[in-house]
């Protein structure tokens, strides 16, 4: 499976955007990138996901760099709601299955 | 629409018995996958089923089972349960497709004492 990367927590100020990274080198071509976030042990919340070209939706930007090799999250006005544990994960061609690394924990301070 | 529905959001059993979850897929979804979330593991795949069949399967013992009805309602089944299987157990649905993104539910706290 392809591994996944991140730095284990970030903090970001109220307002300003937070920039999460993810390395995912052995990523295959036909692999998809996916981002999900987890609030205080709720389900997992779907946020984003993309294959080669950068993807922008109402909750985020999803940024792929041209090697396909990482990835970056960017949530644009981060509010207090966006604390959480946030998952960049690999989804794998054969298998259907997320395999989830240990995430982001983003704390987003006033 | 109606999400994800997982019953019971709670449960506490003893340690040897055996336990069934209940996870009820968005409408129009055929595929449901099952997670497991520890502290100490995450969150780990446990299996995946579509349109009855059961595709894929973690690194689980045989103890954790599941399966998927025709209406794609899906029960995972852990038997002779042990201490350590005292988890979060998530399932997700999705439409079945690699391009398309999974549902979670809100999850079922187990307890084994």
């Known amino acids: 499976d392809a591994k996944t990367t991140q730095p284990p927590s970030m903090d970001c100020a109220e307002g300003r955007a937070a920039n999460l990274p993810c390395n995912h080198s052995t990523i295959s071509g036909n692999e998809y990138v996916y981002w999900y976030r987890q609030i205080h042990s709720q389900g997992p919340q779907y946020i984003i996901h993309g294959l080669k070209n950068n993807e922008t939706n109402e909750m985020a930007s999803l940024i792929i760099t041209e090697d396909r090799k990482s990835s970056t999250l960017i949530l644009p006005h981060a509010t207090l709601r966006d604390t959480a544990v946030y998952y960049c994960?690999?989804?794998?061609?054969?298998?259907?299955?997320?395999?989830f690394g240990g995430g982001t924990r983003v704390l987003v301070k006033p | 629409k109606a999400g994800v529905t997982q019953t019971p959001r709670y449960l506490i059993k003893t340690r040897g018995q055996q336990v069934t979850l209940s996870c009820s897929p968005i409408s129009g979804h055929r595929s449901v996958s099952w997670y497991q979330q520890t502290p100490g593991q995450g969150l780990q795949f446990l299996f995946e089923y579509f349109s009855e069949t059961q595709r894929n399967k973690g690194n689980f013992p045989g103890r954790f089972s599941g399966r998927q009805f025709s209406n794609s309602r899906s029960e995972m089944n852990v038997s002779t349960l042990e201490l350590g299987d005292s988890a979060l157990y998530l399932c997700?649905?999705?439409?079945?497709?690699?391009?398309?993104?999974?549902?979670f539910g809100s999850g079922t706290r187990l307890t084994v004492v």
């Open positions: 994960i690999v989804l794998i061609t054969a298998g259907n299955k997320l395999t």
């Open positions: 997700a649905s999705s439409q079945g497709g690699l391009n398309n993104g999974y549902t």
